[in-house]
């Protein structure tokens, strides 16, 4: 997948792939106009996306009704390095969901594959070149 990276006003930075065009900003209190979350935000609520995701096709596999389940991503962070220390997730389930599928039901979820990069992350490489014609380069 190839991404492709501009910038708006001010600290707001855009990404463009697939079709999609994903804005961001840095909150105001960090010299942004917090017209839309920070990437680290986009970071974590992707990872919430995915684990969401695997919990909706295990129920669907299942035909269990989703009206009622959620989940809660909970992050903390140091507060001397602002490191990201933990995150925790919590399927919430009606009283109604059956017992018998609690532990596959977090098997399942634990599946999410933005939670295995997580746990095995890849190689990040960055490198600056100069492009003479910068604007065909970033439209191919």
């Known amino acids: ?19 999609f065009t994903v804005q961001t900003d840095q909150p105001i209190e960090n010299g942004g106009q917090g017209i839309a ?4 935000s986009y970071f974590l609520s ?6 969401g995701f695997f919990v909706l096709r295990f129920c669907q596999s299942r035909q269990l009704v989703t009206d009622e389940i959620r989940l809660t991503l909970h ?13 925790s997730m919590i399927i919430h389930v009606p009283q109604t969901f059956p017992q018998k599928y609690l532990s596959a039901l977090v098997r ?12 095995d992350p890849p190689t990040i490489t960055v490198d600056a070149q100069v492009t003479e014609n910068l604007a065909m380069a970033v439209s191919e």
């Open 1 to 19: 997948m190839d991404i492709n990276v501009h910038f708006g006003e001010g600290l707001q930075v855009i990404t463009q792939f697939d079709g």
């Open 37 to 40: 979350p920070d990437p680290f």
């Open 46 to 51: 992707s990872l919430a996306a995915c684990a």
């Open 75 to 87: 992050s903390n962070r140091d507060p001397v390095s602002h490191r990201l220390t933990d995150i």
């Open 108 to 119: 399942a979820t634990n599946e999410c594959s933005v939670k295995k990069v997580l746990a």
